[in-house]
Each structure stands twice: as structure tokens, then as C-alpha cells.
């Protein structure tokens, strides 16, 4: 059973960068490819990029020039750069873990966090 931990969300401004960290716990951490994901009131929740156990990296066309994903498995932990924040880019960001390669579809990923808040004001 693999914990999840996310951190670093806050209020900021449009143009604005954030960091946010998912610590994990229980598991093999270097066996889990993890995601991030986001959830906007009424809307449903969204893939944001992920890192593979390969060290690969994806991004939504949404994200991709802004946001940048990485890993620490001395430190059992993944973050997300968020650059250029836009208002838009306002929701809830979970990390999650899944032992596939790595996925875009949230039902494939087999554990999740609580989430932060990312609000980005206009």
C-alpha cells in the first residue's frame, strides 16, 4: 500500500510559478510511474503530466512548456514545476502512482493523494 502526500499549493497571481511535492511511503517508490492530475469545480478530473520508473516524461498539451515534472527516489518523492500560471490553471492537483509505464487515464493508477489547492488569480 502506497501512502501519498502533496504539498505546495497556494494563492498566487497570473504569471506566477509554483512548486508543488508528493511524498510517498510504503512502497517502491522507484517501481511507480506517478502522475499528476487536476480537478476544477464541476469539471472532471484531468491528466497533467507524468514521470515513468524509466524517468519519461508527458505533459498535456496544456501544461507542456510550462509545467515540468520530475522525481527524487533517494527521497521518494515527485514534484511539479507550474510556471506562467494562468487562472485557468485553477484546481485541485493530485499526484498519483500507478506500476504501469504510465498512463494518462486516472482509473489506471492505483493510488492517490488528497490534494492541494492551486488558485491563480487574474
Known amino acids: 500500500q502506497v501512502q501519498l502526500v502533496e504539498s505546495g499549493g497556494g494563492l498566487v497571481q497570473a504569471g506566477d510559478s509554483l512548486r508543488l511535492s508528493c511524498a510517498a511511503s510504503?512502497?517502491?517508490?522507484?517501481?511507480?510511474?506517478m502522475g499528476w492530475f487536476r480537478q476544477a469545480p464541476g469539471k472532471e478530473r484531468e491528466f497533467v503530466a507524468a514521470v515513468s520508473w524509466t524517468l519519461s516524461t508527458y505533459y498535456a498539451d496544456s501544461v507542456k512548456g510550462r509545467y515540468t515534472i520530475s522525481r527524487d527516489n533517494a527521497k521518494n518523492t515527485v514534484f511539479l514545476q507550474m510556471n506562467s500560471l494562468k487562472p485557468e490553471d485553477t484546481a485541485n492537483y493530485y499526484c498519483a502512482a500507478t506500476s504501469r509505464a504510465w498512463s494518462i487515464v486516472t482509473a489506471q493508477y492505483y493510488y492517490w493523494g488528497q490534494g492541494t489547492q492551486v488558485t491563480v488569480s487574474s
Open positions: 510504503g512502497g517502491t517508490f522507484s517501481s511507480y510511474s
